[in-house]
Structure formats: structure tokens, C-alpha cells
């Protein structure tokens, strides 16, 4: 049977090295693109050739499809996979592929058309005869009759870009006052992202789970489906947690929902993987299904797909591409077990999930079983595109990497989801790992009350949580600073007579910063050589042995067993139960610099300007917004701190700012 000797991946991140590894496994040699920031990135070298396409931005890179053809034609590949998000979707490229005498893995440039926008999609679906959510979707967008429409759904309603994705271009309203200005907005986000700003408006379903069928179809009409995700578990309309099956999923609400999403595939003469999503009520009476959209490309979580059919969904991409029948048919296809995917995030949960950017100076993955095809049920898998001391930049993804777990039942995959994200230490950027821990942990998740809403329902366990807490914080960074003194000296640090050595006893000072509050702590080792750690009135009983496998620490009779990094000043804290970090401060360092900070703007983000509400001159008063940004996938307004004139504005809008940058200045 035919199968493509050289394949060019073009993307970036986890999935070019996903789809590399599958190819290399099959024994298809594979081509690498990458931009100026992606010179020694991953992907590069788990290719056996790269090309450079341009820089770093991806609309100068990844996005540029004639230099990826090109890079093609020279490296004499037959074909190429697009990955997801940057030109997966883009119906142009899939024809000009074909034009080039290429094959796109992936569908016809027609299938990709006839679902790239929501609102035709729905409209086609319609005729399908699969159920569509109440709304409108017509072409008409006279903004009065959107309004008319809104109100005739009655609210609240969802706005949606009809060329929209990633969770972008959404807005909820939720009364008809609020309509006029959620449209503005949305359609503003709209053309600064999809270059698009029609819109369709949809009932906005209360507590709904989000459910979507994984379909294949190849050239020969066979269309199979490869059960189900429930991605219900998002922020701002972006999934966090997968799992497969969907808890609570009955085998005739299975067949029904595989029907229809085989029904949407037909209609649209789909080729290849692709995803149909359904937003699903749950009522008294069962579960209501109603077609969403459809993915014409692989998903993020397809590997939760993969750890409960033991089927490698890239081995079928390419089998299918190369113009062979599906594998398996549908009654050949057996699901085993429970899987659960957590998307790792450089962001900050706790400040609105804002993007974060920096270095991995530590990234320590759990032990995992290495993905392979079907060799025995895989239990921790991890999919990424990066290594300790790579930089996550401001501009792509936020994801750092995908963990999938996978057990006999949903709560032995539970227990290893925890396990595996306790094992994640990252130092140097901010991250949702612990999050994450968190959202596992929460009631609702592990008795599977999911809906797209769990996330705002247990905020109080969610955020701003603090699992192991100033003693052990305190006890961990001390101990971490004796251990490298004694290394540094390799002599017992007790022993030193340099000044904290008092009436027999010995103690000495350290201060803290922790949580952004000094906290002064003295450790005292009394004639014994028993330990104390004190602490405001607290006096607490230390021991610890340093082992491989981290810090024994026994504080008060509790016993923790802890790894440490210190980076700068910082020491990094992770546990079982949870991780932290705490700032050692040297007080003489610090002596007489106070720092200013007023009347100035900066970026919480990296992101793009996209644009000012203010001038030089203006007078402003607190809490107004000064000027829009975008980050990955979200526009963010950015308000005065205070009441004030703007003295200058630094940046245009357009402009590609790190996090931290001034974008204007105030007169106080
Ligand atoms: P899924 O594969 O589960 O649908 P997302 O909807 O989050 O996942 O999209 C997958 C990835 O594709 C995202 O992480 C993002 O990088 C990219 N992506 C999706 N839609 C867009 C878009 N409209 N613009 C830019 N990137 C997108
Ligand atoms: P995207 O292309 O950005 O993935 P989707 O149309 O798939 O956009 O919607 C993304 C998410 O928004 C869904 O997973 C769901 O959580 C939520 N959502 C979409 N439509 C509705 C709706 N009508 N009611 C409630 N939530 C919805
Ligand atoms: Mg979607």
C-alpha cells in the first residue's frame, strides 16, 4: 500500500513533535519549518530536516503559506501535516497544497470551507438534520435585526464570531441593554482575528457540558466515529481538563450523538480526523445534544482518544491522506478504561489566567510511559515541545504541555492525574499546574458534576489557594540555604563562629518574604542539637534529612517530604500536597532602595496593542480604560490606576509589547 516517504510538518510545539514521532515510528523521514524564536526549538531537532520560514510572529512564519509550500518543494516531501491552529483550518492552503501537487493531510479544501464558519455550518447542519442550538445564524448582520433576534431568543444569548476559534470572539449577554455594546465588542475582536466580523447569535445553554465526537472518513466513503471527549471543563471558553468517555454517557446517547457526527462528516464529504462538537443540557429527563461546530483538523486532545481505543490517531491521519481505507470498522472499535488530558498552561490562574512568558529553568515531567502504539495500556503520557531551559514566548500558544493519564476507571485515573501533576515542577514562569491540581481535587470533578460552569462554581477552592503555608515555606527555604552553605563549605554550619553563636546555643535570623508580607524567622539549635524554628510566637520543633528524593522535613511532628529549587533569591517548594515559593531576603542588599512606582502603565501581559481610548492631555479618573490589549486569545482593557492627566502614550496600536512594558505615562 501506498505511504508518503517524506512528510514537512508545518507547525510548531507539541504537535509537530507529535506528528514527527508518529512518522519516525512509521518510518516516514519529516521535515521541520520554524521561525527566528523557534531557531533550536524541539520541533527542530525531532525532525530529520528543518527549513527556516521567517520570524517570529507567526503572520511572518507559520502563517505564511506559500514559503511552507516552498519549503516543501525543496525538500522534495509528498505531503504536509498542518497540526492545529495556524493554517490547519485555512481552506487556501489545503487547495494550494493540492495545486502544488502536494497532499495536505487532512480533508478537502471544500469540507474545510463549508465548516470554517460557524454560521454556514449551521445552516448546512440544518439540512443534515442534525440538532442545532436556538439562535440565528443568517447573513443579514443589520445590527437591528441582530437585536431583534437576540431578543426574540431571549437572553441570555451567545455572541459568536462566525469565523471564530480558540474561545475568541465570544460575548455573553445577558440582557437586551447590554446587546448594542457585547455586538461592538465582539465584532471589534472579530475582525482584529479572523479578519471576519459577521456574527451568529445562539441561546446561551445554562449549565451545559460540552461533548464532541471524534469522526474519520477516508476516500473510499467510509466514515467511522471513535466515541467521545467531554471537554466540559474551560475558562473563557477554552477547554482545561479532557476526558474520554464522558461520565454519565449512555451507549444509546453514544450512538446517537456517533450518528450524527458521522451525519455532519457525510454531509460535508469529510476526509481524515476531525472533531464535532456538541453543547449538551442536561435536564431531568436525560441529556439534549446540539451541534456546536466541527474541528476539521486534529485536536488538542485527541491523545485522550488514543489511551482508551490504544489507536494512534496520527498513524491513521497518514493512512488515510495516503489514500488507504480506514483501519478499522466501526464495530471493530473497542474503548478500555478512563483517560483524562490537563492542558499545562504558562499562565496565571489567580490574575485571570493572563499568558505568561519566561524561561523553564527547572521543567521536571513524572515519570512516564513513553507514548507508543497499543504496547499495554498506557498510564502517564506527556506531549510537548519543549525542554528545561527553553523560553515560552509571547508569541504563540500559552500551552507548555498536555499530561494524559489513563486508568482502569475514572478514579484510578484521577489518582494518577494528581500524582502526575504533583511530579510537574516548573521554575521560571508561571504556570496552572497547581491550579489544575486543584480543579482534580474539586468536589464537583471527582464526582463528575461537570458543566462548562464548574470552574466559577468552585472558584472558592480553586484560586488563591496555599496548600503548604508559611511554616513549611519557611522551614524549606532555611533548610535550603544551610544545605548549600554546607555544601559550599562542606562543614557544619553550627560550627562557624561568625557571630550567631549565643549563650551556648545557637541561632540565627533569616526574613522572608512571603505572599508579598516580611516575615522574620529564627532557627535556634539548642545543646542537644535539636532544632527550632521560630516563628512570630510560634516555636516549632524542625528536623530533616536531605535525601534523592527530596527534603525530609519534620516540623511540629508533621512530616513533609519536599523538592526545592532556589532561583535568585526564591525558593521554590513542591510537595504532595501542593507548591509554593518564598523569597529569601538579604537584608543588607535590600537596605535603602525603595522603589517608586507611581504613575506609570504597564503591559500585565505580552501582547499586541490593540488600541489607546486616551491621548496625551487627557484628564482621567480611575478605573476608566486607557487602552485595549490582546494576548493569545483574549482582548484585555487596561484601566487608570488612578485619577490623573496622560503625560504620553508609548506605543501604537499594532505593536507587539512584553510583559511589563510602559505603555503610557501619567502626570501625577
Ligand atoms: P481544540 O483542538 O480542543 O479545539 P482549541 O480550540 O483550544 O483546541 O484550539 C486548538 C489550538 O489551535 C489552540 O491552542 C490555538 O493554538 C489554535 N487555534 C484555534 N483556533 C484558533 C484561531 N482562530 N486563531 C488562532 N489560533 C487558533
Ligand atoms: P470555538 O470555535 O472557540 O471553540 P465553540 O462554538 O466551539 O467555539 O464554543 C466554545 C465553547 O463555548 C464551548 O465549548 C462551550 O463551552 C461554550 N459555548 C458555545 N456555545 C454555547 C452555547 N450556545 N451555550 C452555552 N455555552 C456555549
Ligand atoms: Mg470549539
Redesign the pocket.
Known sequence: MFMFKKILIANRGEIACRVAATARRMAIKTVAVYSDADADAKHVTACDEAVHIGGSAPKDSYLRWQRIIAAAKATGADAIHPGYGFLSENEEFAQACADAGLVFIGPPASAIKAMGL?AESKRLMEKAGVPL?PGYHGSDQNPALLQREADRIGYPV?I?ASA?????G?RAVDTSEDFAAALASCQREAINSFGDDAVLI????QR?R?IEIQVFGDTHGNYVHLFERD?SV?RR?QKVLEEAPAPGMTEALRQQMGEAAVAAARAVQYVGAGTV?F?VEQRAGGMTFYF??MNTRLQVEHPVTEAITGLDLVEWQLRVAAGQPLPLKQAQLRRQGHAIEARICAETPDNQFLPATGTLQVYRQPVCTRFERADGPIHVRIDDGVREGDAISPYYDSMVAKLIVHGDTREQALVRMDQALSECHIVGLQTNVQFLRHVVQSQSFAAADLD?ALIPREADVLFNQEKIGLPVAVAAAVVFTLEQEKSRETADPFSRTDGWCLHGSTQRRFEFEFHGESQAAQLARAHDGTLQLALSDLRLPLQYTATVQGLQLELDGERWLLQTYRRGEVVHVFGAQGATQITEIDLLAHAGVAQHEGGRLTAPMPGKVVSFQVKAGDTVSQGQPLAVMEAMKMEHTIAAPADGVVAEILYAPGDQVLEGAELLTMAA
Request: proline letters at 4%; a positive charge.
Open positions: 460557524k442550538v451567545l459568536k471564530g476559534g480558540g474561545g475568541k465570544m445562539e441561546k446561551y445553554a451545559p460540552h471537554c474551560q471558553h462538537e453543547i456546536m461546530e462548562t
